[in-house]
């Protein structure tokens, strides 16, 4: 079943496997509580919610491949408890969104959708809309991983100063003539840009809240297009129309579509776009594509690919190893949370038979 837009290319390669394909972009709840009982695989985008009630109807379900890279609308933890592999495919959007971060700053530095507004309701205010440039200033970098690197090379290639922050990447493998890591104090208070590329986990859900907004540079500007969440919405609003921070960019929200009544509709000095990171045709052909070949190869042969809940290639082994994972993933969060620096290696003693 696939129960979110994809390309058709990605539609092809399953059907051209000898698979059946359900294809219902815009269920309704129930059509998916039909559907799920009936499916041995299932492709999503960030759309549909697989809930642990959905997965207690998905009887046949064996693999859920997310077209792109956030997995937070799956229940990982129910997937793997009844042995369903969850895989996603990070690369296929990687440049779209790390496009659409540029392009976002960019607008908010030189007021380009007020000047567009202005010019439509017949105004020519230039004097209320000097801008900013790019070059010198201070960019801050949250989240280390493709796409961050990705903005990363984009902003240097326009001369600007790179500071980075990510728990699970260490200077040695970063170039410090492009990025200097520190701290998050550190990077909120001397950036005069701060992009996000991070997960929403327990540990990042309002990572920017009142406090950390406060701790950033008035001139400074906040663009996310990673999740939801990230950031607490009245408090970025608040500190919009308080003049706490200059502006924000905004991409991706707690709730999407989102509420009419969402503070950050009237907030000033704030760009909004309805979830454009990965909106790009090439990028939705990329993801279809690789999430669709995924789970063929997975059916048909029981390779795995990107498995985000089984770092075993053994399918007979995934029952039995299920509660280990979970225990691993809840020792690495507080191993996450306890270390002062970032984790270069990781040594684990076993008692008894696993």
Known sequence: MVSDPIADKGIEILEEAGFEVIYNP?????????LAGDVQAWVVRSGTKITSELLNDAR???VIGRAGVGVDNIDIQEATSRGIVVMNNPDGNTISAAEHTIAMMMALSRNIQLGHMGIVNGEWDRDNLVGSELKGKTLGVVGLGRIGREVIKRAKAMEMKILGY???VNQDVLDPEVVT???????ISDSDYIT??????DSTNNLFNKDRLAAMKPSARLINVARGGIINEPDLAEALNNGVIAGAAIDVFKTEPLDADNPLIKARNVLLTPHLGASTHEASEGVSFGICRQIKDFILDE????PINMPITDMAQLKQIAPFLELAET???????LAESPIKSVSVECFGSI
């Open 26 to 34: 815009n269920p309704s709840d129930d059509e998916l509580q039909t």
């Open 60 to 62: 046949n379900l064996q």
């Open 166 to 168: 990510d728990p699970f």
């Open 181 to 187: 890591l520190v701290e998050l104090d550190t990077l």
């Open 196 to 201: 996000l590329h991070l997960p929403l986990l």
């Open 303 to 306: 390779k795995l690919s990107n």
């Open 331 to 337: 020792l690495g969060k507080i191993e996450t949370q």
